[in-house]
């Protein structure tokens, strides 16, 4: 099965900086892949799909602007969270789509980032 | 959009003892999975489950996609058992665009 790797596996930044986090396809290449944010003790939420060479699609409620996301190859998304501030401090894990042929096998997530904005 | 609700939202258990979680789904869904988040938040699939019923150790789930539903028993549990269980659904037209559950959070207790 695919496998994700996600990095860092957790940061700590201060209010207004940037955290780029990184998500990687190990074993074979993407062209979709998800970004899922958790605020503590609660569900995971899609934020926004990201496709490989075109823009990312984004959930209703997410500010594109602020969550850049980047698909530049077939095995690397990055997700860069811009003007960080503390009510962004969460929990964000990736997943990656699954290829053509395989709607039967199950999909894979990162193992995720904790982010916390001082 | 499709809503996913599962109960109970918290469970707490002596070792040993068996469980039953339930998903509940909206609409029609292509895929099902189910996972347990551990204490560092790792999300491990437990199951690929859109329909029909699986077995992996003590583990086992069955989907009953007609009726919108899926269960995930656990058998003589333990304590590493402890954690928050999702289940995941992807719809018609993008099966890989999950949507979760509310969650089940499970103590296990020696």
């Known amino acids: 099965g695919a496998v994700v790797s996600q990095h860092p596996s957790w940061v700590i930044c201060k209010s207004g900086t940037s955290v780029k986090i990184e998500c990687r396809s190990l074993?074979?290449?993407?062209?979709?892949m998800f970004w899922y944010r958790q605020f503590p003790k609660q569900s995971l939420m899609l934020m926004a799909t990201?496709?490989?060479?075109?823009?990312?699609?984004?959930e209703q409620g997410v500010e594109k602007d602020k969550f850049l996301i980047n698909h530049a190859s077939l095995t690397l998304s990055t997700l860069t969270v811009t003007s960080a501030h503390p009510e962004d401090s969460s929990f964000y894990i990736c997943?990656?789509?699954?290829?053509?042929?395989?709607?039967?096998?199950?999909?894979?997530f990162g193992n995720g980032t904790r982010l916390t904005v001082t | 959009g499709i809503q996913v609700e599962q109960s109970p939202p918290d469970l707490i258990l002596q070792e040993g003892a068996n469980s039953t979680l339930r998903c509940n789904f909206s609409?029609?869904?292509?895929?099902l999975q189910w996972f347990h988040q551990n204490p560092w938040g790792q999300l491990i699939n437990l199951f690929y489950?859109?329909?029909g019923t699986k077995q992996n150790g003590r583990l086992s789930a069955t989907t009953v996609a007609t009726e919108r539903y899926s269960l995930l028993y656990i058998s003589s549990s333990q304590t590493t058992d402890s954690g928050v269980y999702f289940c995941?659904?992807?719809?018609?037209?993008?099966?890989?665009?999950?949507?979760f559950g509310t969650g089940t959070r499970l103590q296990v207790f020696p």
């Open positions: 997943s990656t789509g699954r290829l053509p042929g395989q709607n039967n096998s199950p999909l894979h």
């Open positions: 074993d074979f290449q993407a062209t979709t």
């Open positions: 990201s496709n490989e060479g075109s823009k990312a699609t984004y």
């Open positions: 609409d029609s869904v292509n895929n």
């Open positions: 489950i859109p329909s």
């Open positions: 995941a659904v992807g719809g018609s037209y993008n099966t890989d665009k999950l949507i």
